[in-house]
Every structure is written in structure tokens, then in C-alpha cells.
């Protein structure tokens, strides 16, 4: 009645990287989100402050 569950639990999905790094300059720099068109929005630290910035999707390449 209560016994364990037979059926196998399955295999965990890979955890999607959000580091990746800007082809032109190499400065590292989070994924925020996709949007339409193939661009993509983007977080940086330069010099201490924290910014965001939309740029090609093909303008990054995993860290």
C-alpha cells in the first residue's frame, strides 16, 4: 500500500550555462534573455558598474 515507487526517476537535465563571453573584446558577461530577430540581452560589470545591453546572439560564445 505504501511502498516505493517502481518506476525510474529518470535522468536530470544538464543545467544551461548563462556565461558566456563577447567574441569581440572576450569580456565575460551573463545571458538575461533571448529576444526577437536573434538578439539577445546581456549583463556586464565594467569598472564596478553593473550593465545591460542587447547585442547579436552571434556576437557571444560560451564561457
Not at 526517476?9 to 526577437?36: C, D, F, I, M, N
Amino acid at each position: 500500500m505504501f511502498g516505493k515507487n517502481k518506476r525510474p526517476t529518470g535522468t536530470p537535465t544538464a543545467q544551461l550555462s548563462t556565461q558566456y563571453r563577447l567574441k569581440r573584446t572576450g569580456q565575460q558577461v551573463t545571458l538575461l534573455e533571448h529576444l526577437r530577430g536573434g538578439d539577445v540581452r546581456i549583463a556586464m560589470d565594467t569598472e564596478g558598474t553593473l550593465r545591460d545591453d542587447i547585442v547579436s546572439a552571434d556576437d557571444i560564445t560560451p564561457a
